[in-house]
């Protein structure tokens, strides 16, 4: 695939051959976002009033909280919680529970900055896969060759090919076979090592090689939550 700056990220993520590309994407994003909250976005008012209003999921919170800058998430947490107090909590407590404002409480526990900003982010690189895939070649066989997609990014790669400035429909027929196929040939071997894990815990299989089934649950969990990442 001819490198440009719209496809070198693709290209990094592709590359590996290890674990779940989409994940790799979606940690690669994460990274890029809890760094950017704690550092240069304390000199953009815009991003602050976002931040302000929309908060964090308890995820990214601690990611923040442990990337060590303490200053930066004091003053994130200063204007935030004011927002809270100013907009969401009764100025007067003895008063009826105000459901419209429970209701905006509770789209505020469901409310990350950082979740959104990668979901847009995931969706405009999803955007240059499916073109690079589309032209066939050397990027197609890349994507053909990754180990497995996840299921959790199995749904949300074909949310998105199926959507707007997804897949062509002319070509949407073998991009959905060649992603499924690397689910159900990971989802196969999972299986086959889950069920070897088990067996090895009869006393007729003492001794025996455990194989590849020794890590069986780590990664059948990675594959189904959707947290694989090849450090």
Request: charged share 25%.
């Amino acid at each position: 695939m001819k490198e440009t700056i719209v496809t070198i990220p693709i290209n990094d993520l592709f590359a590996p051959k290890c674990g779940c590309p989409m994940c790799r994407m979606e940690k690669m994003l994460e990274d890029q976002y809890v760094s950017y909250i704690t550092g240069d976005a304390m000199m953009e008012p815009n991003t602050r009033i976002q931040t302000n209003k929309k908060g964090f999921c308890r995820r990214h919170f601690l990611m923040m909280a442990q990337s060590g800058q303490k200053l930066p998430n004091a003053l994130i947490l200063e204007t935030h919680l004011r927002e809270i107090h100013d907009t969401l909590i009764p100025k007067k407590t003895a008063s009826k529970p105000d459901k419209r404002k429970l209701a905006e409480i509770k789209a505020q526990l469901e409310s990350c900055y950082v979740c959104d900003r990668i979901e847009a982010d995931m969706h405009h690189l999803m955007a240059t896969v499916f073109v690079e895939w589309v032209k066939g070649g050397e990027f197609r066989r890349l994507y053909n060759e990754q180990p497995f997609i996840c299921l959790k990014h199995y749904h949300f790669v074909m949310g998105c090919a199926m959507g707007k400035g997804g897949v062509p429909s002319k070509y949407l027929s073998d991009f959905h076979g060649d992603t499924a196929s690397l689910v159900k040939n990971y989802l196969e071997s999972l299986e086959s090592d889950i069920s070897h894990f088990v067996a090895m815990f009869d006393y007729r299989n003492r001794g025996k090689d455990w194989g590849s089934s020794v890590d069986a649950i780590e990664r059948s969990i990675d594959f189904l939550t959707g947290t694989d990442v090849c450090e």
